[in-house]
């Protein structure tokens, strides 16, 4: 693991999609059709997302790689020029030639709240052999960050790498799905929202007195520290050093797309460069309010010098 806690190495194993946005005047109901308003398409995917969060949020300083699969088609090329514009080391990122990009399928209403259905297409692909290819990086860097928008024996199988080698881990476990009892005591840095939390510790978990349950659960489970996302609510943290709320900026909701992958990059670039645990969170927390002001998911990810310059646009 690097020392440098002024250029921080982040290493993202995850997943790239091209986000395929309709925006309607709200979200469908159960076998309702309803009209649109307009279209786009949008880089994204978490792992993606979160790679570029970290790029920009590190500033001039953080280096960022990221790992995973594109399809052979226009999709893959657009993902790739993405990574490329942002400067993140994509020697890691495979092209899939007999499979599709993976794609996701993202409805956004008027007040900022969208529904999404995820196909992964090369994303699927992403294997245990493709991090091994990257294991001399990841016993390199400063933090590793999965999802499991890939598979989760990948995201498994880099944390454990991780892990012999002292770097710390970061996992956002969504889309929400049981993590393996062994997995829980190599992470370091265990990022949920309300959903998340609900599925990995069967509680309903519905504000903040429910997050502060939640968030000791997943401590009892072994990992070293648990944050519980809570949108306008705010967050609740809780670990080694202790345990604490705080609350979220007030902002105009424009689009909630990548807020949560936002927050989960500046976090771990903030976190890795030294910073507390409550500086960490409340850095990531003015990058996520910062995004929902903004349509798209990459396009919303704003940079760090915004931040410096308190450019959050407050109600």
């Not at 609510?233 to 670990?239: E, L, M, N, R, S």
Request: net charge negative; glycine share 10%.
């Amino acid at each position: 693991m690097s020392s440098s806690a002024v250029a921080p190495l982040i290493v993202v194993v995850g997943s790239a999609n091209m986000d395929l946005v309709v925006h309607a005047s709200r979200l469908p109901l159960r076998g309702e059709t309803l009209l649109g308003e307009r279209f786009e398409t949008v880089n994204g995917g978490k792992g993606a997302n979160q790679a570029v969060a970290a790029a920009r949020l590190g500033g001039t300083v953080a280096t960022v790689a990221m790992v995973g699969c594109v399809g052979g088609d226009a999709f893959g090329a657009s993902l790739r020029d993405a990574l490329d514009r942002e400067r993140i080391d994509g020697a890691h990122v495979h092209t899939i030639a007999s499979q599709p990009s993976g794609i996701a399928s993202i409805t956004v209403g008027r007040d900022g709240a969208n529904s999404i259905v995820v196909a992964p297409g090369a994303n699927a692909c992403v294997s245990t052999a493709h991090v091994d290819a990257a294991a001399d990086l990841i016993a390199r860097a400063d933090m590793l960050i999965g999802q499991l928008e890939v598979p989760l024996a990948t995201i498994a199988h880099a944390i454990n790498i991780a892990a012999r080698n002292g770097t710390p881990v970061l996992l956002n476990p969504a889309p929400a799905q049981p993590l393996p009892d062994t997995l829980y005591r190599q992470i370091d840095y265990l990022l949920v929202n309300e959903t998340e939390a609900a599925l990995l510790t069967g509680l309903h978990v519905s504000g903040v007195p429910c997050a502060r349950f939640a968030a000791d659960a997943l401590l009892g489970k072994g990992a070293r520290n648990v944050i519980v996302t809570l949108g306008a609510q705010g967050a609740i943290w809780a670990g080694a050093q202790g345990s604490g709320y705080m609350a979220a900026p007030v902002v105009r909701v424009v689009d909630t797309t990548a807020a949560g992958d936002t927050f989960a990059g500046g976090f771990a670039v903030v976190r890795a460069s030294g910073a507390s645990m409550q500086q960490s969170i409340a850095f990531a927390q003015r990058a996520a309010a910062a995004s929902v002001t903004r349509a798209g998911a990459q396009p919303s990810i704003p940079f760090r010098a915004e931040l410096e310059e308190d450019s959050i646009s407050e109600v």
